[in-house]
């Protein structure tokens, strides 16, 4: 990555981190739902570069994003996003092998179980909360597909994943 | 070298399990409730996990303390036995109590500490001696009748011939008449008594106490009971058959009559 390009991604990184302060909840089917730039952010550098960046980025995000929301919890976010980084960074191994939906179907893979586990940190342990915990790793992984998706087709087009 | 090269090979690897390692440390580390809540779900899986082990080491612990319980076991038998031993013991030295209390004669109580039916002198040993200002030809009694005599007197103990040696011979009465007569053992706890005339009543069940005559027994001291009567005709004499009274087989304590 030559320097350009480093100070590009630390632009837009300062950039994600503000828009990301800024963003407001919007209401998904009864539920507040708040788009993950982090995450996409991530998705890109993984399937950009390699999973080595992917990992070192999403742990140092995930400490700025646990500094930012929830001081109280420092480590869940960093472990979340290094961990998403470590699995979406694992798709350029396959990248020769496995076509565009398999890949994009391992990123939604990779969505499920960083939502997975932020839920499971977040929600009380009992059946509703369960129940509303998979409609929100759900629809949390659907928006931000959608989103990566568009980015995918209209800043990248179609060549991100 | 070799090993940062390896190292290198595997940078992700490291480089996941480095940063998954910090972030795990600064979260559990924290003070909320939510990471006490995932705290405690990864206990119950560990919990979980290691039932198997749990339960072979509550296994083994269960084999020791079982082991444990058997010996404890063991200890508190034979503990129980002698507590019933005791029982026993003091049931008896409660009735030989009362017995010397109740006698008009002066008994000096004292323990069997040895008992010889088969040599040539049936005899026992006793727990007393000259110490104890025993004598020679003192008469000696249980609870039930009378057992023998002083024969021979160290310091510490007695030998006492008993009623049932062969040799033994003392002068009794018998039957409403009180008529006199000799015991003299024939075998085991059976003898019979000489002396008694054929006109004199004998019934079964009477009992023959001592005479008095002698000077080392008081008189009526129970000695035999009657078992069978038969008169001779050519001797004059009756043969009567007796039973020994005195538990000469189970003897522990006794008194000598001082």
Not at chain 1, 32 to 46: N, Q
Not at chain 2, 71 to 77: H, I, K, P
Not at chain 2, 128 to 139: A, M, R, T, Y
Request: net charge neutral; aromatic share 12%.
């Amino acid at each position: 990555m030559n320097i350009k390009k480093i100070l590009f991604f630390s632009l837009v990184f300062i950039a994600v981190v503000i828009i990301q302060a800024l963003l407001p909840n919007i209401i998904v089917v009864h539920h507040p739902v708040k788009l993950d730039l982090f995450l996409l952010y991530l998705t890109v550098i993984a399937l950009m570069y390699n999973q080595l960046s992917a990992i070192l980025i999403g742990f140092f995000m995930g400490l700025i994003q646990d500094i930012s929301t929830q001081s109280y919890m420092l480590g869940a976010f960093a472990f979340m996003k290094s961990l998403t980084g470590y699995l979406l960074g694992g798709i350029n191994n396959f990248k020769q092998i496995w076509n565009r939906k398999i890949r994009y179907l391992f990123v939604f893979g990779c969505y499920i179980i960083h939502f997975t586990v932020y839920h499971y940190i977040y929600l009380t342990r009992n059946q509703e909360s369960m129940i509303i915990g998979i409609k929100l790793v759900l629809i949390h992984s659907l928006i931000n597909m959608l989103v990566l998706w568009f980015i995918d087709k209209f800043i990248y087009q179609s060549k991100l994943v | 070298m070799l090993i940062l090269k390896k190292i290198y090979n595997y940078k992700e690897i490291v480089a996941i399990i480095t940063t998954s390692f910090l972030s795990l440390i600064l979260f559990f580390n924290a003070q909320s409730p939510r990471v006490s809540a995932v705290k405690a779900d990864i206990a119950d899986i560990v919990t979980f996990i290691s039932t198997p082990k749990t339960w072979y080491q509550d296994l083994l612990t269960v084999r020791k303390e079982n082991q444990i319980l058997k010996e404890s076991l063991v200890q508190m038998q034979l503990l129980n036995a002698r507590l019933f031993h005791h029982k026993n013991e003091n049931i008896a030295l409660k009735g030989m109590l009362q017995f010397s209390e109740q006698s008009p004669l002066s008994l000096k109580p004292c323990a069997v500490v040895d008992l010889e039916l088969t040599s040539s002198i049936q005899s026992i040993i006793v727990d007393v001696g000259s110490n104890d200002f025993i004598l020679k030809e003192l008469g000696v009694l249980d609870m039930k009748g009378l057992i023998g005599k002083i024969i021979s007197v160290g310091n510490n103990a007695s030998f006492v011939q008993l009623i049932s040696d062969k040799n033994y011979r003392v002068s009794i009465r018998v039957g409403e008449e009180r008529t006199l007569g000799i015991f003299l053992p024939t075998h085991g706890k059976f003898g019979i008594l000489e002396g008694i005339q054929e006109s004199i009543h004998i019934e079964p069940g009477d009992i023959a106490y001592t005479s008095g005559i002698s000077d080392i027994y008081p008189m009526d001291i129970p000695v035999a009971r009657v078992l069978t009567t038969l008169n001779n005709s050519e001797s004059g004499f009756q043969e009567v058959s007796v039973e020994i009274i005195a538990d000469i087989y189970n003897l522990n304590y006794v008194f000598i009559i001082q």
